[in-house]
């Protein structure tokens, strides 16, 4: 079955690390997100990758780092430097005129 | 800066009304308006929307965008417990080189009670 997968589901990380997200997705899209939900302020965009070996901060950047190296593949890294980390975090991808498509999420919870 | 915004935050029915909900926008360069449901994790697309006054349906929910008035509105009728949900409404803008993003609502949180 094509569709993204988040992993982990759960994170649990003390203040002060660095933790990487991961997102693959077997649809052979070209467009891949990154989006930060926390509770009463709906999804916020990270980062974007259009193709391989490029990206675009999004409007809340600062602490994380992104990769594109492969089409398949967007790991989030959430910094130390980012100052309230814990959030639900969400991958999604899109073809060419079609919708995003979600993965389920990681919960990141940060001490 | 582009903006989206939903109303209401939150909605109470009872099983078998009929429910509208809300989504405005400013924003430049749009190409697109799209509804997600998201219950407990990803969300999932429900309707998108491209061209003035044309409805888009699906069962009980429909859709109709206002490209003039620059809204959108999601109905659901017969509710049912199972449409217990956040609605996501975003817009999808052109952000040059040709690159494509959204920008979410904070979404209506919908409860649907028996």
């Known amino acids: 079955d094509g569709g993204i997968t988040q992993s982990p589901k759960y994170l649990f990380r003390k203040e002060g690390q660095n933790v990487t997200l991961s997102c693959e997705q077997n649809?052979?899209?070209?467009?891949m997100y990154w989006y930060r939900q926390d509770p009463g302020q709906g999804l916020r965009l990270i980062y974007y990758s259009q193709i391989v070996n490029d990206f675009q901060k999004g409007d809340i950047a600062e602490g994380y780092s992104v990769s594109r190296e492969k089409k398949e593949s967007f790991p989030l890294t959430v910094t130390s430097a980012q100052k309230n980390p814990t959030a639900f975090y969400l991958c999604?991808?899109?073809?060419?005129?079609?919708?995003?498509?979600f993965g389920n999420g990681t919960r990141l919870t940060v001490t | 800066e582009d903006k989206v915004v939903q109303s209401p935050l939150s909605l109470v029915v009872h099983e078998g009304d009929t429910v509208t909900l809300n989504c405005s926008y400013e924003v430049t360069n749009f190409r697109s308006l799209l509804w997600y449901k998201q219950e407990k994790k990803a969300p999932t697309f429900l309707f998108m929307l491209t061209s003035s006054g044309i409805e888009k349906k699906s069962g009980r929910l429909s859709s109709i965008l206002d490209k003039k008035e620059l809204f959108s509105i999601l109905n659901i009728t017969a509710t049912q417990t199972g449409d217990s949900a956040v609605y996501l409404c975003?817009?999808?803008?052109?952000?040059?080189?040709?690159?494509?993003?959204?920008?979410f609502g904070k979404g209506t949180k919908l409860s649907v009670i028996p």
């Open positions: 999604a991808s899109s073809g060419p005129n079609s919708p995003l498509h």
């Open positions: 649809l052979n899209h070209d467009a």
């Open positions: 975003a817009v999808g803008v052109y952000s040059g080189a040709g690159s494509y993003q959204l920008t």
